[in-house]
């Protein structure tokens, strides 16, 4: 079993700037081939969206409401995902998932709330 776990979230005004961090542990050595990494997020009553990912290609993509303000990292080292994102505003208000996708398995973890008020 692989575990993703997020931390870093919570409250922060208009404006801020937040560092999410995703630690992966349990039986990583089953993550062999994996197509991507990232970061989604979701909103009340809205359907899960791209932060930030990468494609197999190991190129980063960013869903188009954040590009421009946030940066997304992966340290295989550490086991450890990470997503920066600043210029907060209201609408990046929202449950923020990591995700591994990895021989067609897709690995989730259970999200930290991001609240942006102001």
Same mark, same amino acid.
């Given at each position: 079993? *692989?575990?993703? *776990?997020?931390?870093?979230?919570?409250?922060?005004?208009?404006?801020?700037?937040?560092?999410?961090?995703? +630690? *992966?542990?349990?039986?990583? !050595?089953? =993550?062999? %081939?994996?197509? !991507?990494? %990232?970061?989604? #997020?979701?909103?009340?009553?809205?359907?899960? &969206?791209? @932060? +930030? +990912?990468?494609?197999? !290609?190991? &190129?980063?993509?960013?869903?188009?409401?954040?590009?421009?303000?946030?940066?997304? !990292?992966? /340290?295989?080292?550490? /086991?450890?995902?990470? =997503? &920066?994102?600043?210029?907060? @505003?209201?609408?990046?208000?929202?449950?923020?998932?990591?995700?591994?996708?990895? #021989?067609?398995?897709?690995?989730?973890? #259970?999200?930290?709330?991001?609240? @942006?008020?102001?």
């Amino acid at each position: 079993q *692989v575990q993703l *776990v997020e931390s870093g979230g919570g409250s922060v005004q208009a404006g801020g700037a937040l560092r999410l961090t995703c +630690a *992966v542990s349990g039986d990583i !050595s089953t =993550l062999i %081939g994996i197509t !991507s990494v %990232g970061w989604y #997020r979701q909103a009340p009553g809205k359907e899960r &969206e791209l @932060v +930030a +990912a990468t494609l197999p !290609s190991r &190129e980063v993509i960013y869903g188009a409401s954040v590009k421009g303000r946030s940066f997304f !990292s992966y /340290n295989t080292d550490e /086991n450890l995902l990470a =997503l &920066e994102m600043n210029t907060l @505003v209201p609408q990046d208000t929202g449950n923020y998932y990591c995700h591994i996708k990895s #021989r067609g398995s897709d690995y989730w973890g #259970r999200g930290t709330q991001v609240t @942006v008020s102001g």
